[in-house]
């Protein structure tokens, strides 16, 4: 029976002119394992030119983001890392800070969780489960500037209208002059963005091809993952890295949960992926677009990535 979203999506998907796969569904729990991989490979370079800017410039951060008790609620958990450094910074420079972390997932928050009150016992901690933007609207108000965190990139998952939607979304749950802290990727030099997504180890590749072995099991497919292969490419005049799956020969799958068998022709590809990189006017337009204003962009000292305060306005 297709009565989930993701045999809705997959179908959807398999059955287009140009196939395509949601990358929202990388991430059971071996393509989070893989994600973790990822974020440690040499060539991937965002994860730790993030944590750079937080360890070189978190007061300088606060220092835009002005005094007063924060309210700091972070959409997706992550393993904690470059926040905790964030909110280490920031709270030893005497800022009064509620922490909220919002995750769909429990065992992700009861993990960050754990995280943070070992790492900084003294931290108010609030955290929350359940879906962004019904989280975010449900904290109760109070005279706290709300600073909302969206680290690591993932606006670049989205296609432009799509994330100024977003952005949008988390403006309505914003007061006048509440702020939006954002990990974007920035252009670079082409080769270093391209090795970044095709890595010499082959760990996005895996990353990629595990999302056939999640239909084969959750959809009862019978997809021989040995003929698929994986290409990425960037184009540095429009800053996307787009992923995709190849299907190595002419073959159908079926998938049991569908009743449906799907025809893929030799050097057919599968879209999975879109992760945009952005300059400085398109990240102000992004902001601008959205009901913010970017009032400080800060890069880590190779200048490969930005973490940028928008002010609702
Ligand atoms: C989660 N997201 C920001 C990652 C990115 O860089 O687009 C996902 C990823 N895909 C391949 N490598 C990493």
């Given at each position: 029976?297709?009565?989930?979203?993701?045999?809705?999506?997959?179908?959807?998907?398999?059955?287009?002119?140009?196939?395509?796969?949601?990358?929202?569904?990388?991430?059971?729990?071996?393509?989070?394992?893989?994600?973790?991989?990822?974020?440690?490979?040499?060539?991937?370079?965002?994860?730790?030119?993030?944590?750079?800017?937080?360890?070189?410039?978190?007061?300088?951060?606060?220092e835009k983001i002005g005094g007063g008790n924060l309210n700091i609620v972070e959409l997706g958990a992550g393993d904690g890392l470059k926040t905790i450094e964030f909110l280490r910074n920031i709270t030893s420079a005497k800022a009064d800070v509620t922490y909220y972390p919002i995750d769909i997932s429990e065992e992700a928050i009861n993990q960050l969780?754990?995280?943070?009150?070992?790492?900084?016992?003294?931290?108010?901690?609030e955290p929350l489960i359940g879906d962004y933007f019904k989280e975010l609207h449900d904290i109760p108000s109070s005279d706290a500037k709300m600073v909302v965190l969206f680290l690591?990139?993932?606006?670049?998952n989205y296609r432009r209208p799509v994330a100024i939607n977003l952005l949008k979304l988390i403006n309505d749950n914003l007061g006048k002059g509440d702020m939006l802290l954002i990990g974007i990727d920035i252009k670079k030099s082409p080769n270093l963005i391209a090795s970044a997504y095709n890595d010499k180890q082959g760990i996005t590749k895996a990353f990629n091809l595990n999302l056939l072995s999640r239909?084969?099991?959750?959809?009862?497919?019978n997809i021989n993952i040995d003929k698929f292969d994986f290409y990425s490419h960037y184009n540095p005049q429009i800053g996307d890295v787009e992923s995709?799956?190849?299907?190595l020969e002419k073959q159908e799958v079926y998938l049991e949960v569908c009743d449906k068998t799907y025809h893929f022709a030799k050097n057919e590809l599968i879209f999975t992926e879109l992760s945009k990189k952005y300059d400085r006017h398109e990240i102000e337009d992004l902001a601008?677009?959205?009901?913010?204003?970017?009032?400080?962009?800060?890069?880590?000292?190779?200048?490969?990535?930005?973490?940028?305060?928008?002010?609702?306005?």
């Open positions: 029976m297709m009565n989930s979203e993701f045999a809705i999506d997959v179908d959807k998907g398999f059955s287009d002119k140009k196939k395509y796969l949601s990358s929202k569904y990388f991430y059971d729990d071996k393509g989070s394992l893989l994600f973790q991989q990822i974020m440690e490979l040499p060539e991937y370079y965002l994860t730790r030119a993030e944590l750079n800017i937080f360890q070189a410039r978190s007061l300088d951060i606060l969780t754990d995280k943070v009150k070992t790492n900084l016992p003294e931290l108010n901690i690591g990139a993932n606006i670049g239909i084969n099991r959750e959809l009862g497919g995709h799956l190849v299907s601008t677009n959205a009901g913010f204003k970017c009032i400080a962009q800060f890069h880590d000292e190779n200048d490969y990535f930005a973490d940028c305060l928008f002010k609702k306005v």
